[in-house]
């Protein structure tokens, strides 16, 4: 059996450039790093762009945004200093689970016109979270400067007959209704 070829150690110079670099390739798509919307109990809601490789990967940009507390501002600011002094990123499982813990996503195609988003816990107490994002679609496209905002599909992750889909467009109907009958 041979040895595992020795990784190179990326250095604390390649690291910044590279940093750099990648952040700057981000701006280029992504017209902004965060925002804020509001859910139904006026509680702000703070979603951060995601980190994609698309770039690796040559494939169209779709954008995506995390949805995370205002803490992951503070750890978030914490791991980009670290990188911009070219440390190698902290191996803190604590920090991991942190970012592995996304309570919403939202994925935008803009060559295909589709708003999908996802909650992983739509069953399970994120269910606001999943109606904040449905009720602020056309307010996000338009903060992410998005022309022709009426034509976008609204799924969850790749399925336009969700449940909660149908649900959220039968309480539509229902509103409109009820202000006609007034």
Do not use: C
């Amino acid at each position: 059996m041979g040895r595992k070829p020795k990784e190179p150690q990326i250095t604390g110079e390649r690291r910044i450039k590279a940093h750099i670099v990648y952040t700057e390739w981000l701006k280029t798509i992504y017209p902004l790093e965060s925002f804020e919307i509001q859910d139904e109990n006026g509680e702000a809601l703070y979603f951060y762009h995601g980190y994609n490789s698309y770039k690796k990967r040559n494939e169209p940009q779709d954008l995506v945004y995390h949805l995370r507390d205002e803490e992951f501002k503070k750890v978030e600011a914490e791991r980009l200093a670290r990188n911009l002094r070219g440390e190698a990123p902290k191996d803190d499982e604590a920090e991991n689970a942190y970012y592995s813990a996304v309570k919403a996503y939202i994925r935008i195609k803009r060559e295909n016109k589709i708003f999908d988003f996802y909650v992983p816990s739509l069953y399970n107490g994120g269910r606001h979270y999943a109606r904040a994002i449905y009720n602020n679609v056309l307010h996000i496209l338009e903060m992410l400067g998005i022309e022709e905002r009426e034509e976008y599909a609204v799924q969850i992750i790749g399925d336009p007959n969700h449940p909660f889909l149908k649900r959220m467009h039968e309480e539509e109907l229902a509103k409109k209704d009820a202000e006609i009958g007034k």
